[in-house]
């Protein structure tokens, strides 16, 4: 089991900027393959984005696509969120999550490890 801690989350403006951190302990971190994902209220909770155990590779939701970057620092057990022109719609919780396997990685019932999440909003 890996414990993950969200932070980095706020309040800012439409066209603004933020970046979570996601740090990881208890287990060997680049071991997992990591992903974001996010609830808004009412919502169900959807993929944001992933990267593989060295980060070479990096997948990203068709909504986000172009606006955020996902990014790992092993030597620091840390996965970022670069989040940049943001929408009053990207307002959500955002969590966290590890699981030693990409395949399937957009599916929520794949991941056995969550953070607390972090919460973003975006005004208008």
């Known amino acids: 089991q890996v414990q993950l801690v969200e932070s980095g989350g706020g309040l800012v403006q439409a066209g603004g900027s933020l970046r979570l951190s996601c740090e990881a302990s208890?287990?060997?971190?680049?071991?997992?393959?990591m992903a974001w994902f996010r609830q808004a209220p009412g919502k169900e909770r959807e993929f944001v984005a992933g990267i593989s155990r060295t980060g070479e590779n990096t997948y990203y939701g068709d909504s986000v696509k172009g606006r955020f970057t996902i990014s790992r620092v092993n030597a620091k057990n840390t996965v970022y969120l670069q989040m940049n022109k943001l929408k009053p719609e990207d307002t959500a919780v955002y969590y966290c999550a590890a699981d030693f396997f990409a395949a399937g990685y957009q599916l929520v019932r794949k991941y056995d490890n969550w953070g607390q999440g972090t919460q973003v909003t975006v005004s208008s």
């Open positions: 208890g287990s060997t971190f680049s071991s997992y393959f």
